[in-house]
């Protein structure tokens, strides 16, 4: 499995790893499952969130004997995102993780309460121990320099944001500054929520081109296409076990220049919005 360094944490983490946004929508045995032979593939780097309903205890179950092997990562919602809403919310994210601390913890978007607040309590969490690193979720350039001029250089972790073939809004702002200020860059939804190129487009038969040269799937060819620049990471996520080990081969796939030439050209970045994409 194919890992890179996570942005200032400086940990080598999975460019692969498994998100959990309604995980709970599927058997839980199964979702339980996935996330396991994800783990045992290699996809080490799991994401969860407080909002994310029954999610935190199907993680917790999925990793209840490899904690160790795991980078776990929680985000907090912005209601409750003031300094002592920061702590009191961590701590419960981790009695239903039921671990100690959390590899990274994340501000899930841009609220109301003061940034330097919210950023004061991720270091009180962090000077105790119950966070490792913090980062954002939905973060536009706006809120990222904001963010740096208050909490300095080499605290922000990462910035997960909406990244799949047909939006790549990120690319044009966003990820150029992740990567000036050694942000790692993790893409939620990779396969569109619903919306992956359709076989019979003419793009989703670029993708199964590739995917036959390579004998992988198109989902693979998708994952390694969106993990091909430095310091970007993508968490795919299933209730299948059979798909989770399919994820994870895409962090070895190798996509030559024509190869990426063809999928960019069919699913173009287009032109910059004037407000950050998110789910």
């Not at 912005?78 to 009191?88: D, E, L, S, W």
């Amino acid at each position: 499995m194919y890992a890179r360094s996570f942005g200032s944490t400086r940990v080598s983490v999975p460019v692969i790893g498994q998100g959990t946004w309604h995980i709970d929508g599927s058997d839980r045995a199964d979702a339980v499952r996935a996330l396991r032979a994800g783990i045992d593939a290699g996809m080490t780097h799991i994401d969860t969130a407080e909002m994310y309903g029954d999610a935190e205890a199907i993680v917790a179950e999925a990793t209840s004997d490899c904690r160790e092997e795991v980078f776990l990562v929680s985000k907090v919602v912005p209601g409750n995102a003031t300094r002592r809403g920061v702590v009191r919310a961590c701590e419960a994210s981790l009695r239903r993780l039921k671990t100690d601390r959390l590899d990274c913890y994340l501000l899930h978007w841009p609220g109301q309460h003061p940034l330097a607040e919210t950023i004061a309590g991720f270091e009180d969490l962090r000077r105790a121990g119950k966070i490792l690193a913090w980062g954002l979720s939905n973060f536009d350039v706006d809120d990222l320099d904001q963010v740096l001029a208050i909490a300095g250089p080499d605290r922000i972790a990462c910035n997960q944001v909406l990244y799949h073939l047909n939006e790549r809004a990120i690319e044009h702002a966003v990820l150029p500054w992740c990567e000036k200020h050694g942000v790692a860059m993790v893409g939620y939804s990779p396969f569109g929520s619903g919306e992956f190129p359709d076989p019979a487009s003419a793009g989703g038969r670029v993708l199964d081109g590739i995917a036959r040269a390579h004998g992988t799937t198109r989902y693979a060819v998708a994952l390694a296409f969106l993990t091909r620049l430095p310091g970007t990471f993508t968490i795919p996520k299933t209730g299948r076990p059979a798909r989770a080990i399919e994820n994870a081969a895409a962090a070895d796939l190798h996509l030559g220049p024509a190869e990426l030439a063809m999928i960019d050209a069919h699913f173009p970045r287009g032109p910059r919005p004037r407000m950050l994409p998110m789910l």
